[in-house]
C-alpha cells in the first residue's frame, strides 16, 4: 500500500508553491468546503523516507488556535482584572478556522505521516504544535514518535524545497512552548492591564465623535517600553535648552588652496578659556606642523541583511514603514524571490553557494553587469557579523526576478535586498587618508583629506556616501607657517530631532524589546491605538560647516525629508494574507530618504508620565520587565527552563507591579487630567 | 616592654610627614588632632591618619604655608597679566569644577537618567544606538555617560583664601567631576597663570585629593539646579520630565 503523507503550511501560498516544486506540474488541486482559499494539492512524491507516497499538501492561515478566559471571566465587568492573573484560560478553534480544522481531521484519519511545512521560527514552530493537536485527534497515531515531523526550509527556492523535502526533523517543542507561554503572558498581563486601565480613565477621557464607544486604553508589555522610548524623546526635545559654545578656527592658504584646520577640542562651552587659550595661539605667531600622515583607509562594505535591518532601511532609504516593508519581503519570499525575511543572522554559512546566487544577478539590466564583475573575479566573502539565529540564513536574493514583474514597492525592496546581497559579497571601498597635525601656541589643531581609490561595493550600493575631499597641499613635519586666518567662531547647540522609525527600531533591539519578527507590529500598534502620531521630519536647517554643529547629540543620518508615503495595513504577522503592493510613487533610491519622526499624543504622554512618577523600582514604561521575559523566551528555547517556570516567575512579578499600580492609580489619573483634559 | 613615644616626637614626625606631602598642618589643627589619637599606634598608621584628616579640613584653616611663596600672589586673578609663572608649589583646595566640554544641559540630562535609575545595573536604559549604516571602522565608542570627560574648569583657592580659575589644558587623572571632591587638595607646581587662569597639565599639577564632606554634599545636592541655572533655564521652562 503507498504511504499517505499530509503537508500543512502556514499559509495557501506557501503549499501553493511547495506542492508545485515537489509534483513538478502533475497536481490535483481540490477545493475545501466552507474556505474559499484552502485548497487540497494531490500528487505523488518519492520521499526517500518513506518511499512512493500520496501527498496531500494544505495550509492553515496562521495560528489556528485561539486563546481567551473562560466564560466567567471573559466579560470586562464580570470580574476584577487581577482575578485575570491566575483564571482558567480555553483553547479553542475560531468560527472561521473550523473548516481548516476539519480539513485537517479529515485528510489526517487517511495519513500515516503529518509533515509540517509552517515557517521555520517560534511562530511556526507552534503553529505546527497546534496543526499536530487537531490532527492527532482523529488519528491517535501520529502522535507516535517520527510520525509527525517537519521541514527545515528558509526560501521557496525549487531545489531548496526538494532538498528540504527529503530531510525532515522532528518539531522543536521548546520553541512551541516558548510560545504558548508567551501567548499566555501577553493575554493575562494585557487583559488584567488593560481592562484596569481604561476602567479607570475611561471617564476622563473625551468622548470620542459620532456618539461612537468610548475609548479602549489598551496595555502591552512590548507597546509601553515602545510608548517609552517615543514619550522620552519628546520631552527631551520639548525642554532642551540651547547654549553657546565657542571654537577657535585656523584656515591656512598654500598653493592656492584654503585649508581649514579643526581644533582639537573642537569647542568648549566657556568664553573665557576659549579667549585665554585663543590669545595664546596667537602669540605663538607661528604654527608647527607635528605630522603629515598618509595611509590607506577604507569603507567597510554592509554586513549582511537581518530583519532589523531591512526594516531600518527600508524607513530610511524605501520611504515604507518597517510594517510595509515586512509586509513586502514577506510577500517577495512567498513568491520565491528572496528567502525568508525574519532572521537574525548576520553571516553567511561556509557552505553556501554565494557565487551561484551573484550568477542569478547577472541577468539585471540595472546591476547585472556589477554582478557579472563579482563573477570575473571582483567576489570577496561576505563579512561576518555577530548574531547567528541557527535557522535562517541572511536576508537575500534567491531568484532573479524582473522589476517590471513586480509591483512597485516589491521592486523596491526587492532591489535593496539584491544590491545590499552583492556589496556584502563585493569588497570594501579603499582610499587614503591624509592627515596633518599642527600645533599652535599650546593648541593641536587637525585637517585630514580623503581621497577615495577605489569605490568598489559603492557602485551597486547607492544607499552609503563616501567621497573624496578637496585634496590637501603638501606639508612637512616641522615646518612652520603663519596661519593665513585665526578666528574665535561661536555657536549653539540644537535639539535633537522627534524619533524616527530606524531610530527606535534600534533602540528596541537593543534594548530587548520585541524579537526582529514583531518590532514592526508594535510600533503600528502604538500608531493605532493613537498613542503617537507620526509625521515626515522636516527639513532641518544644515549650517555651512559641519564643525558648528553641536556635538552633544548624535544627529541622524538622513538629510532631508520628503512628503509622505505609503502606510502599513494589516494586522499581525501579515500571515495569510500576502502583501499587495500598491502603486506608490516609484522614487529612485538615491541615497537621499524621507524618514518619518514619531510624536506622542497627549494620552501617549499621560500613561507614559503617570507610569514614571509613581516612582515604583521597575516601571512598565521602561524595558526591563519585557526584555527579562524575552531572555525567558530564550531560556526555554534552549532547554534551561520550563514553560511553567516561565509562566509563573513572570506573572508574579506583573502582579505586584498590577498591585502598586491599583494602590497609586491617583498619580497615573493625575497624569491624565494634567496632559489630556487639562484640569490641572 | 616598649613604652610609647612622648608626645612631642610624635608630633614632630606628624609635622615631617604632613609638610613632605605639602600640607604642612596649622597648630590650630595640630591641637584637634593630638587629644584624638593614641600614642602607642604605629607610626605609618598615625601618618596616613593624619594626612587622610587634613585632606577632609578646610585648607584654609588647616595648612600652615611654609613660606610666602607658596601663596598665591595677591593679584593672581588679575586678567590684566596676559602670563606669569608661579614658582615652587602651592597648594590648593578645589572649590568648584565644571565640564566645559559638554554644555550644561546635555550635563543635566545625564544626571536625569541616573535619578531615573538608568545606569543602575539590570536597570539599564540604551539610549544611544550605534548605527551599522552611519558606523565606520574609525569610530571611537560613546563613553560612559556618568563619567565627565572634560576639559574641566576649576575654581581654586590657597590657603590664605585667595581664589582662582584654573583649566584643565592636557587630560588630568583625577580631575573629573565624579573623580574629584569639593574640598579636595591639589599640589601646583610652577604653574602657568594666562590672563588669571591657571593652566593645569600633568606635570603643574599633582592631585592629593580629600574632599570636605560638608561642602561636597551641598555642592553635589545643588549641581542640578546650578547646571540649569548655567545653561540659562527660567523658572517653569525645561526640566519637564
Wanted: overall charge positive; hydrophobic content about 35%.
Amino acid at each position: 500500500m503507498v504511504t499517505k503523507v499530509l503537508c500543512v503550511a502556514e499559509k495557501p501560498s506557501i503549499a501553493k508553491a511547495v506542492a508545485n516544486h515537489l509534483a513538478g506540474g502533475q497536481v490535483t488541486v481540490r477545493n475545501v468546503t466552507g474556505n474559499q482559499y484552502l485548497k487540497n494539492y494531490c500528487f505523488h512524491y518519492n520521499f526517500p523516507t518513506w518511499g512512493p507516497c500520496d501527498v496531500n499538501m494544505t495550509s492553515v492561515f496562521g495560528h489556528l488556535q485561539s486563546h481567551d478566559f473562560a466564560d466567567q471571566y471573559r466579560y470586562w465587568k464580570s470580574c476584577d482584572p487581577s482575578q485575570l492573573f491566575e483564571a482558567r484560560i480555553e483553547t479553542s478553534v475560531d468560527e472561521s478556522n473550523k473548516p481548516v480544522a476539519k480539513n485537517i481531521e479529515t485528510q489526517a484519519r487517511y495519513s500515516s505521516i503529518l509533515y509540517i511545512w509552517t515557517d521555520c521560527d517560534r511562530e511556526g514552530e507552534h503553529i505546527g504544535a497546534e496543526i499536530r493537536d487537531v490532527a492527532v485527534r482523529s488519528n491517535p497515531r501520529l502522535g507516535e514518535r517520527g510520525k509527525t515531523v517537519r521541514a527545515r526550509f528558509s526560501n521557496i527556492e525549487r531545489a531548496h524545497i526538494i532538498n528540504a523535502a527529503r530531510s525532515p526533523v522532528p518539531l522543536d517543542e521548546a520553541q512551541a512552548n516558548a510560545v504558548s507561554s508567551r501567548i499566555e503572558l501577553d493575554l493575562r498581563t494585557g487583559a488584567s492591564f488593560t481592562r484596569n486601565l481604561t476602567m479607570s480613565l475611561q471617564g476622563m477621557l473625551p468622548q470620542q465623535g459620532d456618539g461612537q464607544k468610548s475609548q479602549v486604553i489598551s496595555y502591552g508589555s512590548c507597546q509601553f517600553p515602545t510608548l517609552g522610548f517615543v514619550v522620552e524623546r519628546y520631552f527631551r526635545v520639548r525642554n532642551f535648552v540651547p547654549e553657546q559654545f565657542w571654537s577657535i578656527k585656523v584656515m591656512h592658504e598654500k598653493n592656492g588652496i584654503k585649508v581649514n584646520f579643526r581644533w582639537a577640542r573642537n569647542h568648549l562651552f566657556d568664553r573665557m578659556v576659549v579667549v585665554v587659550l585663543f590669545e595664546r595661539c596667537l602669540a605663538a605667531k607661528k604654527a608647527k606642523v607635528d605630522k603629515v600622515q598618509t595611509k590607506p583607509t577604507s569603507k567597510w562594505k554592509p554586513l549582511p541583511l537581518t530583519t532589523v535591518e531591512l526594516q531600518k532601511c527600508g524607513s530610511r532609504f524605501l520611504r515604507m514603514d518597517s510594517h510595509r516593508v515586512m509586509q513586502v519581503a514577506e510577500s517577495l519570499y512567498t513568491k520565491g524571490w528572496i528567502s525568508y525575511p525574519r532572521t537574525e543572522t548576520d553571516q553567511f554559512d561556509r557552505g553556501m553557494n554565494l557565487q551561484a546566487l551573484v550568477q542569478k544577478q547577472t541577468q539585471s539590466r540595472t546591476w547585472g553587469q556589477f554582478a557579472q564583475g563579482l563573477m570575473n573575479g571582483g567576489f570577496a566573502q561576505p563579512r561576518d557579523g555577530r548574531n547567528n539565529d541557527k535557522a535562517h540564513p541572511p536576508i537575500h536574493p534567491v531568484n532573479f526576478v524582473e522589476q517590471t514583474a513586480l509591483s512597485a514597492e516589491e521592486a523596491k525592496v526587492y532591489e535593496f535586498v539584491a544590491r545590499r546581497f552583492l556589496a556584502c559579497c563585493s569588497q570594501d571601498a579603499k582610499g587614503s587618508k591624509t592627515e596633518i597635525g599642527i600645533s599652535y601656541g599650546p593648541e593641536t589643531f587637525n585637517a585630514s583629506g580623503l581621497t577615495v581609490l577605489e569605490r568598489n561595493y559603492l557602485d551597486v550600493y547607492p544607499y552609503d556616501r563616501w567621497t573624496s575631499s578637496q585634496e590637501l597641499p603638501q606639508f612637512r613635519a616641522g615646518e612652520e607657517f603663519e596661519p593665513t586666518e585665526a578666528r574665535i567662531q561661536d555657536g549653539k547647540t540644537s535639539p535633537p530631532g522627534y524619533l524616527t522609525e530606524p531610530e527606535l527600531i534600534a533602540l528596541m533591539d537593543a534594548n530587548g524589546i520585541g524579537t526582529d519578527a514583531t518590532m514592526a507590529e508594535h510600533i503600528n500598534k502604538i500608531k493605532e491605538r493613537k498613542y503617537v502620531d507620526t509625521r515626515p521630519r522636516g527639513r532641518r536647517p544644515r549650517q555651512d560647516d559641519n564643525d558648528d554643529e553641536a556635538s552633544d547629540y548624535e544627529a541622524p543620518a538622513e538629510h532631508e525629508a520628503e512628503p509622505a508615503r505609503g502606510r502599513g495595513r494589516g494586522r499581525g504577522r501579515g500571515r495569510g494574507a500576502a502583501g499587495r503592493g500598491s502603486a506608490a510613487a516609484n522614487g529612485r533610491n538615491s541615497g537621499t530618504s524621507g524618514v518619518q519622526e514619531f510624536i506622542p499624543t497627549t494620552l501617549g504622554v499621560a500613561l507614559i508620565e503617570g507610569y514614571d512618577n509613581m516612582g515604583f523600582e521597575i516601571s512598565l514604561a521602561k524595558p526591563f520587565l519585557r526584555k527579562e521575559m524575552e531572555l525567558k523566551m530564550k531560556a526555554i528555547c534552549e532547554g534551561r527552563k520550563t514553560r511553567h517556570e516561565v509562566t509563573q516567575e513572570t506573572i508574579e512579578q506583573y502582579r505586584e507591579v498590577y498591585m502598586r499600580t491599583q494602590q497609586r492609580m491617583q498619580v497615573l489619573k493625575d497624569s491624565v487630567r494634567r496632559y489630556v483634559t487639562n484640569q490641572a | 616592654m616598649a613604652t610609647a613615644p612622648a608626645e612631642a616626637e610624635v608630633k614632630a614626625t606628624v609635622v615631617r610627614y604632613l609638610a613632605s606631602k605639602n600640607v604642612p598642618p596649622t597648630q590650630a589643627w595640630l591641637r584637634d588632632f593630638m587629644p584624638s589619637i593614641r600614642l602607642n599606634t604605629p607610626m605609618v598608621a598615625l601618618q596616613k591618619t593624619a594626612l587622610f584628616r587634613i585632606l577632609s579640613t578646610d585648607l584654609t584653616v588647616a595648612v600652615q604655608p611654609p613660606s610666602p611663596n607658596a601663596l598665591f600672589p595677591a593679584n593672581v586673578a588679575s586678567p590684566e597679566v596676559k602670563d606669569r609663572k608661579l614658582n615652587g608649589q602651592i597648594t590648593v583646595q578645589v572649590l568648584d569644577i565644571e565640564d566645559i566640554g559638554h554644555s550644561c544641559w546635555s550635563q543635566v540630562e545625564n544626571l536625569e537618567a541616573i535619578e531615573r535609575g538608568e545606569m543602575t545595573k539590570g536597570r539599564e536604559v540604551i539610549r544611544v544606538v550605534d548605527d551599522e549604516l552611519n558606523t565606520d571602522q574609525n569610530r571611537t565608542p560613546a563613553n560612559n555617560p556618568s563619567i565627565s570627560s572634560g576639559p574641566h574648569k576649576l575654581l581654586i583657592q590657597d590657603a590664605k583664601g585667595t581664589k582662582a580659575f584654573a583649566f584643565e589644558s592636557e587630560f588630568v587623572t583625577g580631575i573629573g567631576v565624579s573623580q574629584l571632591s569639593i574640598g579636595g587638595k591639589l599640589v601646583l607646581n610652577d604653574a602657568l597663570v594666562a590672563r588669571g587662569v591657571i593652566m593645569l597639565d600633568r606635570r603643574a599639577v599633582e592631585v592629593l585629593g580629600g574632599k570636605v564632606e560638608a561642602w561636597d554634599k551641598k555642592w553635589r545636592a545643588d549641581r542640578k539646579e546650578s547646571l540649569k541655572r548655567k545653561a540659562g533655564v527660567t523658572d517653569g521652562a525645561g526640566g519637564g520630565t
